[in-house]
Every structure is written in C-alpha cells, then in structure tokens.
C-alpha cells in the first residue's frame, strides 16, 4: 500500500501486530518500520528471518536480497559484511530512508524491547533445523524472552524451537487454502501454543481452532470489515499491515463500543483457560 490505512482501532481493544512492521509508513523488515509501530501502539511487531553465509540471522522476507536491496544473490551465499554494502531501495516511503540498511535480528528485538512490542518472529520453512539452536541462543540470552513468539508454516520448525526453548511462544501458520482438523490435531498434540491463520479461512474452521484451546493469530488483515469479523469471532491477535492502532478522539462512543467487547474477549478467553487447566 503506498499510503496507509484511515481505520483506526482504539490501543488496548483489541492484539494487533504490525506485520513486518507498520509497513504501510516505512519499508517492511526495517527499523524504521519498528520504530512506526512502537510509536502507533501496535501490540507486537512481525518480522521475518533468513540465516546468512556466516550466520547471522538478518530480517528479509525472501531468501534473496534482491527484492529488498539493490544488491543481489542468496542469503545463504552471502556473508554479512557483504550484504552490509546493499542499501533497502524498495518499500513504502522508501525516499524518506536514503542508505537504509538490512536489519539484524538482535537490532529488531532492541526496538521491540525500547517500546515494549511483543517480538512475532517467522522463521521460513526452508530454514535449516541445523541451525535453529543459534536462534534460539539470541532469544534466551534476552531479559525480555517471555514476550516472544515464533511462528512458522515449517512443523519441523515448530517442533525444534519447542525443543530448543520449551517456554518459547510457538506457533504454526496455516496458508489461506489449507482447511483442516488435522492442522489443529497437530498443533494440539505437540502442545505448540497456537495458530496463526489466514483471513481467508471461513467462519467455522476460525471457531474450530479458538474452540481447540489455541492462541490465535489472524494474517493479514488491511480492512476493518475482517477485522471486526475474526474480532467478534473471538480470535487473540490480528496482523495489519495499515490499520492504525491508537486511541481515537472525537468518538468516545465507538472507543467506549471496543473496550467493553475487548473486556468480555478478554474474560471468556481467561475462564476457558482455567478451566482448560484443572481438566488437564
């Protein structure tokens, strides 16, 4: 989107997660994208992650550079002193950021910390299990760990951070034309902690996954006609890349209509997990 969203949801009402950050102000996976999103109120920031040459983990959703940079080749061919010499050159109000340069994933979790975002990390499935432990040694090396999230459409993915990092946030992410029970049996049985699912799912497979006991995650929602939707359907999280989250003025009413739903989301997710925990 070259301008961003004039949908604004009151801050507190509802998880929104700016997707790659607020990306409709600031080329996605940057800093300064982060940095929009901190400012905005936005609950946590999504970013996703690539592995260079020498290992370092940088944020770029393609597993090249040329698309974000004008530089070009594999991440994984790559070292990071190299892709140091790329500048961003893509990317919403790209003019405003000259010399914008690839982030990485520690730099990322900085601004999340300096404005209290919880950090939504996407891990690709190609990604090599090889070297997952390095991931997770810069995530248990932060004070703020318990905020982290990771989500990915890789099961061996999941299942390797859950190892690595039993307390770690993990999540399994469902593409649009994947409907089925046997997603939800998965993450159930291997006791990830949810599931981040399209917009495009219809009404009944949402229901069946909030109904499972999982955490919820929605992408990517740009319209307040699905937001409103998966809210009311009582989802736990929606990622944007252009719905604005701050408080509102002139419409106390309106404000007043979101935190009273957000208030009662709020206790039935609270009374389900009580309950979910004296039966287990």
Not at 110 to 118: A, E, N, R, S
Not at 122 to 145: C, Q
Request: hydrophobic share 40%.
């Amino acid at each position: 989107m070259s301008v961003y969203s004039t949908y604004s949801i009151p801050a507190g009402a509802v998880r929104m997660i700016a997707h790659q950050g607020y990306s409709a102000v600031a080329p996605g996976n940057t800093l300064p994208a982060y940095e929009a999103a901190g400012k905005s109120d936005f609950w946590g920031a999504e970013c996703d992650i690539q592995r260079t040459k020498d290992g370092v983990w940088i944020l770029m959703h393609n597993d090249t550079v040329d698309a974000m940079t004008d530089g070009t080749g594999e991440i994984s061919e790559l070292t990071y002193a190299e892709i140091m010499e790329f500048n961003v050159d893509s990317g919403n109000n790209i003019e405003n950021y000259p010399g914008l340069k690839v982030a990485r994933l520690e730099e990322y979790l900085d601004v999340c910390k300096k404005y209290g975002l919880h950090p939504v990390i996407e891990i690709k499935e190609k990604a090599d299990s090889d070297y997952l432990y390095e991931v997770a040694a810069i995530l248990s090396g932060r004070d703020e760990r318990d905020r982290f999230h990771v989500i990915s459409f890789g099961r061996e993915i999941c299942l390797k951070m859950k190892e690595l990092m039993p307390s770690l946030l993990v999540y399994l992410i469902v593409s649009y034309e994947d409907v089925s029970q046997e997603n939800i049996d998965f993450a159930v049985g291997n006791h990830l902690d949810g599931m981040d699912i399209h917009v495009f799912h219809p009404d009944d497979y949402v229901k069946a996954v909030i109904e499972s006991g999982l955490d919820v995650f929605v992408w990517t929602i740009d319209d307040m006609e699905n937001c409103e939707r998966l809210y009311n359907l009582g989802v736990n999280a929606i990622t944007t890349n252009s719905i604005n989250q701050e408080t509102p003025s002139g419409n106390t009413f309106r404000l007043f209509l979101w935190l009273l739903r957000s208030l009662w989301y709020k206790l039935r997710f609270q009374v389900k997990s009580f309950f979910a925990g004296i039966i287990n």
